[in-house]
């Protein structure tokens, strides 16, 4: 059972748009939302985070979308550069003591190209 | 430093083979995860390890044996492995397993199995 949906699967946008993608959950114990990036050949890296208390964060160019009631989120990159084609996770944890105490539920990826 | 290192880099080795893999972090961080992830999936999370103590398997076959000598260093033991283990494995690190569960992934290593 996917934990987190994320969509869409592939995304082509041109040089200087906006890129938007999109994931939801449903265990409501989530309280940690990290995005990765990751580049052929390489590990993720974490990208930009956010907690349930807070409905939007930026960080230069990119931005999360938090909506609690919908539990949903959404990471926004602005003036989309070819650098910043890649595959992007989303993901979900939860803080609280239990079995799945440090374990991070990950979205299925979507492979983001840039076209100069 | 955020920095994740893990050797080698690249791994080939045949069915009857015994190899390791190595992790190494120098952030103090108390909590250690191996993850093998498939082209154009997300990361499967295999071992957990909090404060040295393996906390979570997730059911992988004994022919992947984990290890973590110290809290800098963790170790994937691989023994008759099949081509289907052919992945990158990744290893990350957090300051802890709580709230702060932010996850510093390795440049992995590419396993090849023949």
């Known amino acids: 059972q996917q934990q987190v949906k994320q969509s869409p699967q592939s995304l082509i946008v041109q040089k200087g748009g906006i890129s938007i993608i999109n994931c939801a959950y449903e265990?409501?114990?989530?309280?940690?939302f990290p995005w990765y990036q990751q580049f052929p050949g390489k590990g993720p890296a974490l990208l930009i985070a956010?907690?349930?208390?807070?409905s939007e964060k930026k960080e230069g160019r990119f931005t999360i979308s938090f909506n609690k009631s919908a539990k949903q989120f959404s990471l926004h990159i602005m003036d989309s550069q070819p650098g910043d084609s890649a595959t992007y996770f989303c993901?979900?944890?939860?803080?609280?003591?239990?079995?799945?105490?440090?374990?991070?539920?990950f979205g299925r990826g979507t492979q983001l190209t840039v076209w100069p | 430093d955020t920095e994740v290192t893990q050797t080698p880099k690249h791994l080939v080795m045949g069915m009857t083979n015994k190899k390791s893999l190595k992790c190494e972090q120098h952030?103090?961080?108390?909590?250690m995860y191996w993850y093998k992830q498939k082209a154009k999936k997300p990361p499967e999370l295999m071992f957990v390890?909090?404060?040295?103590?393996?906390?979570i398997n997730e059911s992988v076959p004994s022919r992947f044996s984990p290890e973590c000598p110290n809290s800098s260093l963790l170790n994937l033991h691989l023994h008759a492995l099949q081509p289907e283990d052919s992945a990158l494995y990744l290893c990350?690190?957090?300051?802890?397993?709580?709230?702060?569960?932010?996850?510093?992934f390795g440049a992995g290593t590419r396993l090849s199995v023949l």
């Open positions: 990350a690190s957090s300051p802890d397993r709580g709230a702060k569960n932010i996850q510093y």
């Open positions: 265990n409501t114990a989530f309280d940690y």
């Open positions: 952030m103090g961080h108390r909590a």
């Open positions: 390890y909090s404060y040295e103590k393996l906390s």
């Open positions: 956010i907690r349930p208390d807070v």
């Open positions: 993901a979900a944890s939860q803080g609280s003591r239990g079995s799945t105490l440090g374990r991070l539920y």
